[in-house]
């Protein structure tokens, strides 16, 4: 079974305005992560949250956690044409990181 | 700034050949991954490495995938006989952490195409 899912799957919005994607979970966690693509590149590590967090901030990006709910979503504020990408959630307790299906960000000048 | 560097970049082979992919990980890393992205889907897992065995794979690392760290700063993923659905990015990274499943760093891939 797939261990993180997205949504939305796309999400297109004006520079300035908000961005929140939200991740979701099936199995119990130690932490979750946040990766950035850019079209055709390699992953970008963002930010990495405990289990025992419920909110992290690093820059205009704000990461909340709910592991009653198995939930995650990230939140990029006062969005820039320059955030464009796509954004996965990644989860693992071994030594391997399982990526979710991702949310493609468009932010339009 | 350190970096995980790739080679090569693009590789178009034809269906049944060899084909063996390069990764130079950050220096003081100890755990090294491949995953692959086909075009337009997620990234996915293949193999992990650490202390020159692997520690996890996935199923669709069967025994046409090989790895290995022949010297003290290469990791190559061998596919033995390529076939039209192993066309993908496939990417390599490396992590200080693996137990912990710590911040992964990417390289920026190498395309496969197989014809």
């Known amino acids: 079974s797939q261990q993180g899912e997205e949504d939305p799957q796309a999400l297109s919005i004006q520079e300035g305005e908000n961005a929140t994607m939200n991740c979701s979970y099936k199995?119990?966690?130690?932490?979750l992560q946040w990766y950035r693509q850019n079209s055709g590149r390699g992953l970008v590590h963002l930010i990495l949250?405990?289990?025992?967090?419920r909110e992290k901030h690093s820059g205009r990006l704000r990461v909340t956690l709910d592991t009653s709910k198995k939930s995650s979503s990230l939140l990029i504020t006062a969005s820039r044409a320059a955030d464009t990408a796509s954004y996965f959630c990644a989860t693992g307790n071994t030594d391997k990181l399982i990526f979710g299906t991702g949310t493609r960000l468009q932010v339009f000048p | 700034e350190p970096e995980v560097t790739q080679t090569p970049s693009h590789q178009v082979t034809q269906m049944g050949q060899e084909v063996i992919l390069r990764c130079v990980p950050i220096?003081?890393?100890?755990?090294f991954y491949w995953y692959r992205q086909i075009l337009g889907q997620k990234v996915e897992f293949l193999v992990s490495f650490y202390n020159n065995e692997i520690s996890e794979k996935s199923e669709i690392f069967d025994d046409q995938f090989s790895v290995e760290r022949p010297d003290g700063s290469n990791f190559t993923l061998k596919i033995r006989s390529t076939k039209l659905e192993d066309s993908a990015m496939y990417f390599c990274?490396?992590?200080?952490?693996?137990?912990?499943?710590?911040?992964?760093?990417f390289g920026e891939g190498s395309r496969l195409t197989v014809l």
């Open positions: 199995t119990s966690i130690n932490n």
């Open positions: 949250i405990r289990s025992n967090e």
């Open positions: 220096s003081n890393h100890l755990y």
């Open positions: 990274a490396s992590s200080v952490q693996g137990r912990e499943t710590g911040e992964l760093f």
